[in-house]
Each structure stands twice: as C-alpha cells, then as structure tokens.
C-alpha cells in the first residue's frame, strides 16, 4: 500500500503568525517613538489604531500560550495533586505525622533534659559543700597531722564530686535531641517601627508606599502622609 503526502498542507503553528504580527507593529511603533509629539489628529488616530493593533496581538498571542502550556499545566496539576496529600508542606501526611510525634518527642526530651539538670544541680551543691568542709578542715588541721589527712580526703572527695557534677551538666545541655527556637513577639508597636526604620529606611519606606498604593487602588483619596493625585495614561 503506497501512502502520498500532499505538499503544502502542513500549517506553521499559530504563535508563527502573530509573532510575526507583533514584529511588525513594533517595528511601526519603534518608528512613531522617535521622540517627536504627535501633532495632528491625523498622527492620533494611526498611533491610536498601532496601540490598539499591539494590545489586541497581545491578548491573541497570550491566549495562545495559555492553551499551549495547559496540557502541561494539567500534567503538573494533576502530579501534585497526588502527592500533596503526602508531601504538601505543613499539610501532607509526612508534616502533620512528624509534627505530632515532634510534640510527644519534644515533651519527653524536655522531661529528661529536666531531671539530668536536676541531678547536675544537686551534684555542683555537694561539690560545693564537700568543698567548703574541706576547706574548714584544712583550716582547723594546723599542728594536728590526723585532721590535716581527714582534710586532705576530704578535699579530694570534693573534687572527685566536682568533676561528676560537670559531668552530669554536660549530659544535660548536650545531645538532648532538643533544638532552640529564637521567636520575636510584637509588644510595643511603636519602637518596633522606630527599630524597622533606622534598620533599613528604603526597605520600609518601599513597604509603607505599597500599602499606601494598595489604599488608593482600592478607592482610598486621602492617606496620611501621602499626596494622592490623579494621573493620566493612554487606556
């Protein structure tokens, strides 16, 4: 069975053609963008209908990169849609599995790292005192070589408890399976402005002038601090 294929019936993709449109009303408008005002209604109009001609090649040739990208869009979509309930960030399986068991991990390790730190505090305290015992000791020894070695085990005991106790202190603050948070919470409004703006005053300044645009977009005409004035832009 032989097949023919006829010449001439393979149609270019659409974008090709108004691609090729777009080009040539912006070679029009580079040529209309020279610098020089337009001066008669005549000018008006041909600039008015290249405007209008680039805006309407726009929308056709988006249009057809939305319908070009859908079936990949769709394809996506439809990838995390099967893993989201899994994998989805604070919301998937995985997360609010690991955040439970966090919760009764955390409270356990807390308990123990509170116990270890316990028995470290009451270790340094008989540090402490054996130390100072010690000490009276060997103060109270003089000329009588029986205290003197009482003192002198006694001294040595103290030492030998210091060293468990710094022992013990170690295995409290260290391989807790712990983390440390550090978290600011807002409590005066007005110095945490004072300290955002002498921190980065073009950082907060670009914020305030956003949320000050926002109002006006949203029908707001008076905004402290702010002019709001009306300008003029070709629809």
């Known amino acids: 069975m032989t097949t023919t294929q006829t010449i001439g ?3 270019p993709p659409a974008y090709i053609e108004v691609f ?6 912006y070679g029009e ?4 963008a020279d610098g020089e005002p337009i001066e008669t209604e005549e000018q008006h109009d041909a600039v008015t209908k290249l405007y209008d001609g680039l805006h309407e ?3 056709r040739a988006d249009a057809l990169r939305v319908d070009e990208k859908k079936p990949l869009d769709d394809a996506v979509k439809a990838i995390q849609d099967r893993y989201n309930p899994y ?8 997360d609010l599995g690991k955040a439970a068991l966090g919760d009764l991990l955390a409270a356990w390790r807390a308990a123990v790292q509170a116990k270890k730190a316990e028995e470290a505090r009451k270790a340094r305290e008989e540090a402490d005192r054996i130390a100072a015992e010690a000490q009276a000791a060997i103060r109270a020894s003089s000329g009588n070589l029986e205290a003197r070695e009482h003192a002198e085990e006694l001294l040595k005991e103290a030492k030998q408890v210091a060293g468990w ?5 170690k295995a409290a603050t260290t391989g807790t399976g712990l983390r440390s948070y550090w978290v600011a919470t807002l409590t005066d409004a007005g110095a945490a402005l004072d300290w955002a703006y002498e921190r980065d005053p073009a950082r907060f300044t670009e914020l305030v002038v956003a949320m000050a645009n926002e109002a006006v977009r949203a029908g707001a005409r008076s905004v402290p601090g702010f002019a709001v004035t009306e300008e ?3 629809a």
Do not use: F
């Open 57 to 59: 090649a726009g929308k």
């Open 87 to 94: 994998v989805q960030p604070k919301k998937g399986k995985v």
């Open 29 to 32: 408008a580079k040529n209309w």
């Open 165 to 169: 106790a710094k022992k013990a202190d």
């Open 232 to 234: 003029k832009r070709a």
């Open 9 to 11: 019936h393979n149609n």
């Open 20 to 25: 090729a449109e777009i080009d040539d009303l």
